[in-house]
């Protein structure tokens, strides 16, 4: 199957969204632009990392003089679900943020899972997007003003989730869960 490249400069809509009930969420990052719509998906803990090293980047941003928000502006929070049709493209094995300073925008692509992933110690190829033996690709670029709201709703997003437990951190089940912290107790 041929290699598919997905490039959104700019989207009129890039979001993080679940679907399914706390526990059993399935997580994707999607992109619309006009009647074009990508879904891929991915992790909840690739969701919360990619908001963590967003807001360090915009964070950067901000120490060098760059004027980026530090709140999403009046009317630019996305509480919408997920557009349909919701169809997977691919899953994300690779995320990669970047900053194009000439253009002053953030870039951020997901790269379908390939088999070079299957073993950690393989060395990562950067591969060109000319290459047509490429993993499938998803690149957006958006403004830091649109990263700030897409960095808001990814941690709300995250946050809808099951509970943490007070002792160890981890999701807690409608049933409670065994505690490491507890010494294998019951925590609810």
């Given amino acids: 199957m041929a290699r598919r490249i997905f490039v959104f400069d700019p989207p009129e809509r890039f979001v993080v969204g679940a679907v399914g009930r706390p526990g059993q969420r399935t997580f994707y990052l999607q992109a619309r632009a006009g009647d074009e719509l990508v879904s891929v998906g991915f992790e909840k803990v690739q969701a919360a990392a990619l908001a963590d090293r967003l807001e360090a980047l915009l964070g950067d941003l901000r120490r060098r003089g760059l004027a980026i928000p530090d709140q999403v502006p009046a ?20 995320l990669v ?75 807690l089940d409608p049933q409670g869960h065994f505690c490491p912290r507890r010494n294998g107790g019951r925590a609810n």
């Fill in 75 to 94: 009317g630019g929070h996305d509480t919408r679900p997920l557009d349909e049709p919701l169809r997977e493209e691919f899953r994300a094995g690779v």
């Fill in 97 to 171: 943020l970047a900053w194009d300073p000439q253009a002053e925008e953030v870039i951020i692509e997901a790269r379908a899972i390939g088999d070079r992933e299957a073993d950690p110690a393989d060395e990562l190829v950067e591969v060109d997007d000319d290459d047509p033996t490429g993993p499938d690709l998803l690149r957006v670029r958006i403004t830091p003003t649109a990263a700030v709201a897409f960095v808001a709703r990814t941690r709300a997003i995250v946050a809808a989730g099951r509970p943490p437990c007070p002792w160890c951190g981890q999701p």
